[in-house]
Structure formats: C-alpha cells, structure tokens
C-alpha cells in the first residue's frame, strides 16, 4: 500500500506563496486520482483540487485561480502551488491517492498551512 508524506506547510502572510508537496512510496502512475484536501479550523475537511492520470484537473471555487494542482509520475510526487494566500485558506491540508476500485484509498498525516493577515 502506498505511503504519503506531505511537506511545504508553514505560517506566511496574506498575499503569499506556499508550494506543497506529496511524496509517494511507490509509483503514482497507476493511481487514477491525486488530491489535495483541507480541513480549516471548525469545518469539515473539503477537497480543495485533483488531477487524474490522463491530466484533468478540477478545483473548489474558493482555489481556481489562484490553486495550481501538478502530478510529476517521475518523482512520484504531486503538488500545490498556492498563490495570493488568504487568512481563510488557514487548515491542515492532506494529500489523498485514490486508485479505486483496483487499489485503496490512502491520506497522508497533513501538513499545517496559517496564513496570517
């Protein structure tokens, strides 16, 4: 089963950039769905955006624009580019690897993300 170990999170301020990163155990290429989700202080956790292996993207309203989400199958890594940080984008995001229905769904620890005004 693959492990995910996010990294990148930290405290910057509004107007700010953070990239962050989802390492993989093993090989990505055959997991159909790559994710970043959040979990803001209070709320419930949300998907904030997703690629697919043939390199379709989609995000939440509250990303698109400013949210970048990228797979690099060599690395075995995804990322998130967040640019023009918001207080309200503050949360614990998590990286999510989806390969149903032929493999598991897996999440990572999460990384802490305070965007500060």
């Known amino acids: 089963q693959v492990q995910l170990v996010e990294s990148g999170g930290g405290l910057v301020q509004a107007g700010g950039s953070l990239r962050l990163s989802c390492a993989a155990s093993?090989?990505?290429?055959?997991?159909?769905?790559m994710g970043w989700y959040r979990q803001a202080p209070g709320k419930q956790r949300e998907l904030v955006a997703r690629v697919t292996s043939g390199g379709f993207r989609n995000y939440a309203d509250s990303a698109k624009g400013r949210f970048a989400i990228s797979r690099d199958n060599a690395k075995n890594t995804v990322y998130l580019q967040m640019n023009s940080l918001k207080p309200e984008d503050t949360g614990v995001y998590y990286c999510?690897?989806?390969?149903?229905?032929?493999?598991?769904?897996?999440w990572g620890q999460g990384t802490l993300v305070t965007v500060s005004s």
């Open positions: 093993r090989s990505i290429s055959t997991i159909n769905v």
């Open positions: 999510n690897a989806d390969a149903r229905p032929r493999g598991p769904e897996v």
